[in-house]
């Protein structure tokens, strides 16, 4: 059982280039979601989906867009890279909190 | 506005002693709290959690005990291991009234354990 993959594990844009964060599960659960860590801070979160087709906003939405076409899919969009962008990026889904998210590992992004 | 705060940024511990990590939050409306821990280069994992009905949990070395009337929980590790070194979110959300499946997290607190 994979769990939730997240590719790419690293990644260097410049300011201004495009790029998608992909994030897979394999559990069948509903609700998934994109947090940034930046240093010293906490997970922030940017959207989260509760089943396929449905997106919302979370605390930091500016500069990323998402899309959810199927239950397994969840991929984050960054258009025009800006240095405040540069932090690492992780996917996480849940069917229910009593055993919390299952996250993956993560996608660290710089942007130059 | 920081609604979880983790105000110790590190802390160390002696292998055997306990260890114990502090949390306190001020939306009066999370009921349901959970601690995650993570190594670097990692994704965080799901450690234990707790309702609001509770004040106590316990899931063998690890004991969170949450203090309703002064919005605090603490995450007691009993006894302590070196591979037990880890950065430990704690993390809040509203269960109650519906379909609130957003987790709010304080910034971690880095958990060295001595040999």
């Known amino acids: 059982n994979a769990g939730v993959t997240q590719t790419p594990k690293f990644r260097i844009l410049k300011i201004g280039q495009s790029m998608t964060l992909q994030c897979a599960q394999d559990?069948?659960?509903?609700?998934m979601y994109w947090y940034r860590q930046d240093p010293g801070m906490g997970l922030k979160l940017i959207y989260y989906?509760?089943?396929?087709?449905?997106?919302d906003k979370g605390e930091v939405p500016n500069g990323y867009n998402v899309s959810r076409s199927t239950t397994e899919d969840f991929p984050l969009r960054l258009e025009l890279a800006a240095p405040s962008q540069t932090s690492v990026y992780f996917c996480?889904?849940?069917?229910?909190?009593?055993?919390?998210?299952?996250f993956g590992s993560g996608t660290r992004l710089t942007v130059v | 506005d920081q609604q979880v705060k983790q105000n110790s940024p590190s802390l160390s511990v002696q292998e055997g002693r306990i260890s114990i990590l502090n949390c306190d939050y001020t939306?009066?409306?999370?009921?349901?709290f959970l601690w995650y821990k993570k190594y670097p280069a990692e994704g965080p994992t799901f450690l234990i959690s707790?309702?609001?009905?509770?004040d106590k949990n316990e899931d063998g070395r690890f004991t969170v005990f949450l203090n309703k009337s002064a919005k605090h929980l603490s995450l007691h590790i009993v006894p302590s291991q070196p591979g037990d070194s880890a950065v430990y979110f704690c993390?809040?959300?509203?269960?109650?009234?519906?379909?609130?499946?957003?987790?709010?997290f304080g910034k971690g607190t880095l958990l060295t354990v001595n040999p």
């Open positions: 996480a889904s849940t069917q229910s909190f009593l055993g919390g998210y299952t």
């Open positions: 559990m069948n659960h509903n609700y």
């Open positions: 989906s509760v089943g396929a087709g449905i997106t």
């Open positions: 939306n009066s409306m999370f009921d349901y």
């Open positions: 707790i309702s609001s009905i509770k």
């Open positions: 993390a809040a959300s509203v269960q109650s009234g519906g379909s609130n499946y957003k987790l709010t």
